[in-house]
């Protein structure tokens, strides 16, 4: 769809620039809502208890980021990188070479990710520090009980 717009193959087929470009505008909006649930549904199951809304927050705020202006941004640093204008579009392939690459290696960075395993490890350790804190809580509030009951005695 993008080589189709970059290319404006639409002309070809009798349709205006604006109904090509509000066409991929609502396909777009539609991809990438419909790509963007099933990753948050996992990310809500997989993240520790008692930070989900914090997690999801910040899962928001960073696809708002990219989807809204970070994107337009960094694709326009590209373009003005390898030379791509709308008059010559001569260095196109090495841009979606590079866009390739750089998907490449997040993947490779995604192995720093923690395992389902891990995750589920770390909230049972947060759990059992959460209930040990409460001991403690428990084992100072009976001590300012018998402090304060020593303090009546004298």
């Not at 947060?126 to 009951?149: A, G, I, V």
Request: aromatic residues 12%; glycine residues 4%.
């Amino acid at each position: 769809m993008i080589l189709a717009a970059f290319y404006k193959y639409n002309l070809v087929f009798g349709i205006s620039n604006l109904k090509w470009q509000i066409c991929i505008f609502a396909l777009g909006k539609l991809q990438i809502s419909l790509s963007i649930l099933p990753m948050t549904s996992i990310i809500m199951q997989v993240i520790p208890e008692n930070i989900e809304a914090s997690m999801f927050a910040v899962v928001s705020a960073a696809l708002s980021i990219s989807i809204e202006w970070g994107g337009d941004i960094v694709g326009a640093l590209v373009c003005r990188y390898f030379d791509i204008t709308s008059e010559d579009k001569s260095n196109f392939q090495f841009a979606l070479m590079y866009k390739v690459f750089v998907l490449v290696l997040i993947l490779c960075f995604s192995k720093i990710l923690p395992t389902n395993q891990e995750i589920h490890d770390l909230a049972a350790q947060m759990r059992n520090s959460e209930d040990t804190q409460d001991d403690h809580k428990q084992e100072f509030k009976e001590y300012l009980k018998e402090k304060s009951e020593f303090e009546k005695m004298i």
